[in-house]
């Protein structure tokens, strides 16, 4: 199972039920962090994740939760402290992803992009934070996108929505010094093994220095870094993206 770096160590991921949240779960689990699988609507996808993880040796729970709803965030904070006692890493995973053309963007859209890739964030931040702060360290890993770096006139709603959550990690690093560090993943261009490769996607790969998607295992690994080797490094956005954010 290789070094476990993070045993003894309880970290959350939100949106954990699929896709890179999964990935992320399932990698710090290997390295020995007991895990709380956050899902809203992936419950299989959840239970799944937990089943592999559980495998290893370690604990792995599932919690159900709208990050969107603060509320509920505090509701699935209140079950952590009570089956844990403590969280040592956050990452901040969950989010929506659509396309709109700018003339076609409603309230709606907005309000629902923001709730999720934005609110939902900066509340999970602040419970995990409040435990973090009394047990005097943490860490906190945001998944933006490098949708948060570039314009992509189609995705206005959700590159703003990604650039304040990359503006709110800078933000928290500083507030939560030098206690909690505050660190943020953006992913490029990613690819899961179902999904095709398009006309589209190969245009896409070809517009990427390193002529390659990257992989949710990509993503995870840096957040198992952010987690693990990275003790003087707060308030850093790290693009993994091929080099496609290189000016």
Avoid at 8 to 21: D, E, F, N
Avoid at 179 to 195: C, H, M, Q, T, Y
Wanted: proline share 4%; net charge positive.
């Amino acid at each position: 199972m290789g070094e476990q770096l993070l045993k003894g160590q309880v970290a959350l991921v939100t949106g954990a039920g699929k896709r890179i949240g999964r990935a992320i779960a399932i990698t710090l689990g290997r390295a020995g962090a007991d895990v709380i699988v956050n899902y809203n609507q992936s419950r299989h996808g959840a239970q799944a994740t937990i089943e592999e993880i559980a495998a290893m040796g370690v604990r792995a729970i599932p919690l159900r939760a709208d990050v969107s709803r603060p509320r509920q965030v505090a509701g699935m904070f209140r079950a952590i402290q009570k089956r844990f006692g403590h969280l040592d890493l956050l990452v901040n995973n969950a989010g929506i992803f659509f396309a709109r053309k700018w003339d076609e963007l409603e309230e709606k859209d907005f309000d629902r992009v923001l709730a999720a890739n934005l609110k939902g964030p900066f509340f999970c931040a602040q419970a995990a934070a409040r435990m973090m702060m009394r047990q005097g360290a943490g860490n906190i890993v945001n998944i933006s996108s490098l949708g948060g770096l570039q314009a992509w006139p189609s995705y206005m709603h959700y590159c703003a929505s990604k650039a304040a959550l990359i503006s709110l990690t800078r933000t928290l690093a500083k507030a939560l010094a030098p206690v909690v560090r505050v660190n943020s993943v953006a992913p490029g261009s990613i690819l899961f093994p179902d999904e095709e490769r398009t006309p589209t996607v190969r245009r896409m790969i070809r517009a990427i220095p390193l002529r390659k998607a990257g992989t949710a295992d990509d993503i995870a690994q840096t957040v198992l870094f952010l987690a693990t080797h990275s003790g003087f490094i707060t308030g850093q956005i790290i693009a993994v993206d091929g080099g496609k954010s290189i000016p």
